[in-house]
């Protein structure tokens, strides 16, 4: 399979690079900046990683970063990471309210996901999981409709409804 060219600064980023942007994100939301400790703890690795990626992400010129101080992005850092939540954002939420899955699995998938998946599928996600949240006709009764489909791993064929509206497999 052929790659595309990247089309913004965040598709020439790694997913490790992604990462933490993303855990600097969340820390300075929390504390207004980093340190390198913080970022070591938040993304389970040892120090000396945390010092090279940081090294690095400063020469790209998304975070400002000198040893012993404090870590801040920079506005492009800023802008690259707040993407970077927002994909993982609409992907939990998607998981979760269209797919039903559950809130931990959801947010381990989304992760993995975010930094393969391209805008324009994200974008469509979101807008499909709008559209279920918000149609009157649109939403699954998960229990019932597609979430009977999903746990009894049935063909679609082979599904029929119930008086109660679930369905039921041809084997039952």
Known sequence: MKKQ???SQNDRLSASQEDYLEAIYHISAQKMAARAKDIAD??????SSVTGALRLLGKMGLVNYAPYDLITLTEKGSAAAAE??????ALKNFFVTVLGIDIQEADEAACKMEHSVSKNIVGRLVKYSEYMEQCPRGGIEWEGDFGCYCKKNCAETSCRPTPGGERQTERE
């Open 42 to 47: 938040y993304l389970d690795v040892r120090a």
């Open 84 to 89: 970077i939540v927002r994909r993982h954002k």
């Open 5 to 7: 060219a990247p089309d």
